[in-house]
């Protein structure tokens, strides 16, 4: 966990398929400017996938290509090495005429796309939280020794989709009450009801980030 600034105190964790610490240190830790990229990023490359597949169907190298290269320098800056790294490697192989070694790469590249693409919007609801800390009256007075491991088998169950995660949500919502986290919960709740776990988990992660508590195990 990095600190950001003096000033907002705020720590932030790496999430999914970005380095947090990477990025914002390439930006010399301009918090408010790697948000705007991280959200530019996020709108404007949400049919880079299909299109690098299209360009290569149609027999267009050359643009995939391009696409690939373009992506490779945007993810790097942002932190997502991993990313960045299948983008050269796709890259190379466009160069070589490597059709074999696309295939598969073209695979790999799209899950880790999608990674971070999930990454980014676990940022954009994490990040907005110490905007809205001061009217939302945070407790933080609450026992996070005892929250902590509900927040972490519930993250674990989230994580691998298990309904008993449903069952779970009126055990923190006895604790959580008078956390001054109501909408967020509320938002974490009905995306169980939509059997939503990703969007859950993203929100039980905004929450538990509120509250200071950490998901990592020690």
Wanted: proline share 2%; glycine share 6%; hydrophobic share 45%.
């Amino acid at each position: 966990i990095r600190k950001v600034d003096k000033a907002s105190d705020l720590s932030i964790p790496d999430m999914p398929g970005i380095s947090f610490s990477d990025g914002l240190a390439r930006l010399g830790g301009n918090l408010k400017l790697y948000k705007k990229l991280l959200s530019q990023f996020y709108s404007s490359n949400t049919g880079t996938v299909d299109n690098i597949n299209t360009a290569i169907s149609n027999g267009n190298d050359k643009a995939a290509i391009i696409l690939a290269h373009t992506l490779k320098g945007v993810a790097a800056n942002l932190g997502a090495n991993q990313l960045a790294a299948i983008c050269t490697d796709l890259e190379t192989a466009l160069k070589q005429g490597r059709i074999a070694k696309i295939e598969g790469l073209l695979a790999k590249f799209s899950t880790e796309f999608t990674i971070v693409m999930v990454g980014i919007s676990t940022f954009e609801k994490a990040l907005a939280l110490p905007e809205t800390k001061a009217h939302d009256k945070v407790n933080m007075t609450v026992d996070r020794a005892l929250l902590r491991p509900l927040f972490v088998n519930m993250a674990k169950m989230l994580e691998n989709g298990m309904v008993e995660a449903m069952e779970h949500i009126s055990i923190l919502e006895d604790h959580l009450s008078d956390a001054g986290v109501q909408k967020q919960f509320q938002e974490l709740k009905q995306d169980l009801d939509m059997f939503d776990m990703d969007s859950a988990l993203i929100n039980l992660k905004s929450i538990a980030m509120a509250l200071e508590i950490s998901l990592y195990e020690d």
